[in-house]
Antibody
């Protein structure tokens, strides 16, 4: 059974950095593009960033471009999100996810990031 | 990268059908048949219910169906049931430079 487990969420001050991790199991990790999707408390879903299986293509939402960096390690079945210059509006539950036909079929349980002084 | 536009809320009585619209642009919904829909109950992880505009994952009720016309995608819930009361989000793939964009979300209430 495919599974994604996120970690790294924390309470951080504005302007600080944080690194999220997502460990995959139960499927062939290097076959899929992987993504980060976030959801602020009481708000909707927002796609944050994605990386193709070979890291050849990487993209970011306008709201995080220049501050967040996505990467993956296929040997360790892991996806990462390095977040810097964090803002209050980055406060959200961060999910990693993947799926066929550019959908999000499998989701982790999410890791909470709170940016506050 | 503006969010796709969905109605904020919709409602219907049990047994009725409702159709949720999702409006994008020629750069996302209009350019590819890669629209997906998600159902989310409060406090839970989103669930994929439609992908590639019309396809249903295994185990998803056939009361859910998807379609697309031009820059607008739609999700129809037929035979509305109390368990369908949830938030629904559309999403479209926009190509290798922008990847994905989600809709604003629609809260469905079963009267």
């Amino acid at each position: 059974e495919a599974q994604l487990v996120e970690s790294g969420g924390d309470l951080v001050q504005p302007g600080r950095s944080l690194r999220l991790s997502c460990v995959a199991s139960g499927f062939t990790f290097y076959d899929y593009a992987m993504h980060w999707v976030r959801q602020a408390p009481g708000k909707g879903l927002e796609w944050v960033s994605g990386v193709t299986w070979d890291s050849a293509y990487i993209a970011y939402a306008d709201s995080v471009r220049g501050r967040f960096t996505v990467s993956r390690d296929n040997a360790k079945n892991s996806l990462f999100l390095q977040m810097s210059s964090l803002k209050a509006e980055d406060t959200a539950l961060y999910y990693c996810s993947y799926g066929d036909y550019h959908s999000f079929q499998i989701w982790g349980q999410g890791t909470m990031v709170t940016v506050s002084s | 990268q503006s969010a796709l536009t969905q109605p904020a809320s919709m409602s219907g009585s049990p047994g009725q059908s409702i159709t949720i619209s999702c409006t994008g642009t020629g750069s996302d919904i209009g350019s590819r048949n890669l629209v997906s829909w998600y159902q989310q109950y409060p406090g839970t992880v989103p669930k994929l219910i439609i992908y590639a505009v019309t396809r249903r994952p295994s185990g998803v009720s056939d009361r859910f169906s998807g379609s697309k016309s031009g820059n607008t995608a739609s999700l129809t819930i037929s035979g509305l049931q109390a368990e369908d009361e949830a938030d629904y989000y559309c999403c479209s793939y926009g190509g290798s430079s922008t990847f994905h964009v989600f809709g604003t979300g629609t809260k469905v209430t079963v009267l």
